[in-house]
């Protein structure tokens, strides 16, 4: 039996990046001898096992066949048989296909410490292209090592067009999109995540309602950057900037959808598109089982955003009732969440990345001064039912007022 420390691990130590998990594959063994050993069998498909001490999992070398369409057609052969390098040449990139013993000593058939010096990103064999799930794990990694200065090799790209161009990513399920794309969000560059998939075309058929907004045109007086789809791409490159909050990051993502169905006779005005970003929203949300707090999220930024714009211009009964119409009052999180998510979309314009966008500032403000009014003194003054409802929003709005007048706010 050897066992051999694979994987990110050995990849993140070779770039003096943290390493969170370790992962180990175990070469000349059965599943009997891991058993008699102590080791707990966790895995379905193939046999994965559990440490006895340190839980970390430690899985049998194997090789894989494709056997159908999509992440889940292939099958496995575990046997003490296989070698490491059989073990290793099914993986996806070459910097994931280093091994490392327990002396420290590095294993490295396809090149892949030659591929992390040169900052590249390239697939380990031809059989790349019988897993769709790669063209969404190698988008990730652009994304989460691009501050290292990694590109993705051009025949590596050829091949994840050529598994979009094949309609294998049809074949992906929902979960597993999502649990890639999850990721993708709390990394440094999600950005480039989604610029990845367009340029291999795989955005097109993810995630069509983004895809769509690249080209058309918006009005150059807000928008000097033009392009709604580069907007978008802004917008969540400056969610990234003021928030590791992957649910306000999606919803930067997603915020501007309805421009996507705006007839071209109007460009480049989008009148109501907010209203008709909503269902769109909740369409993709369905189709790829998104949580639902990060349904929620989008769904009142698609909505509401613009009323940030113009949080200046409302009446303090508008605002009032859209902060209740937000919840901001029983969900306080979600609502600071909401406000990241619209200084984004004021900063992801073209000149306006690093402005000091007050808009936030005074909608806290406006927030605190609604949240201080007391229920408990209205209930004490006698009222009752709904006229309880009614006496807190107005005063609710009266402290609204008076703070706008201390402000001097029109």
Request: some cysteine.
């Amino acid at each position: 039996m050897q066992i051999y420390k694979v994987g990110g691990a050995v990849r993140d130590k070779l770039l003096k990046r943290k390493v969170v998990d370790h992962d180990y594959v175990v070469v000349g063994a059965t599943v009997d001898e891991m058993l008699a050993q102590g080791f707990t069998p966790v895995g379905k498909d193939f046999p994965v096992f559990l440490h006895p001490q340190t839980h970390e999992e430690y899985a049998l070398a194997r090789t894989e066949r494709k056997t159908g369409k999509g992440y889940h057609g292939f099958a496995f052969h575990a046997d003490q048989d296989v070698t490491l390098e059989e073990d290793l040449i099914r993986r996806d990139l070459t910097i994931n296909a280093i091994a490392e013993d327990e002396q420290g000593r590095l294993y490295d058939p396809y090149n892949g410490v030659q591929d992390i010096r040169a900052r590249i990103l390239r697939h380990v064999s031809p059989s790349f292209v019988e897993d769709p799930l790669r063209v969404l794990r190698v988008a990730r990694f652009a994304a989460r090592y691009a501050d290292y200065g990694f590109s993705i090799a051009e025949e590596t790209m050829a091949m994840m067009q050529c598994l979009v161009e094949h309609d294998e990513m049809e074949a992906l399920v929902a979960e597993r999109v999502w649990q890639e794309v999850e990721k993708a969000l709390t990394d440094n560059n999600p950005r480039i995540f989604f610029e990845v998939l367009r340029q291999c075309g795989a955005l097109a058929r993810l995630f069509p309602e983004v895809d769509c907004l690249f080209g058309v045109p918006q009005s150059k007086q807000w928008h000097p950057e033009i392009d709604t789809g580069i907007h978008t791409m802004m917008v969540l490159e400056q969610a990234a900037r003021i928030s590791a909050e992957p649910r306000v990051r999606f919803a930067a993502l997603v915020h501007d959808l309805g421009k996507g169905t705006t007839p071209e006779a109007q460009w480049p005005k989008h009148i109501a598109h907010e209203v008709r970003g909503v269902p769109l929203v909740k369409k993709l949300c369905q189709r790829l089982k998104i949580p639902n707090d990060y349904t929620a999220l989008a769904l009142l930024v698609t909505e509401f955003h613009l009323n940030y714009h113009r949080i200046e211009e409302l009446k303090p009964a508008t605002i009032v009732d859209l902060l209740s119409r937000l919840d901001a009052f029983r969900r306080a999180q979600r609502f600071e969440f909401f406000l990241l998510a619209c200084e984004a979309d004021a900063r992801g314009r073209m000149g306006y990345e690093d402005m000091a966008d007050d808009k936030t500032r005074l909608f806290r403000a406006f927030f605190q001064a609604a949240n201080q009014v007391s229920p408990r003194e209205i209930v004490a003054q006698g009222f009752k039912g709904m006229e309880i409802a009614e006496q807190l929003r107005l005063k609710r709005i009266n402290a609204v007022r008076q703070l706008r007048k201390q402000q001097k706010i029109r």
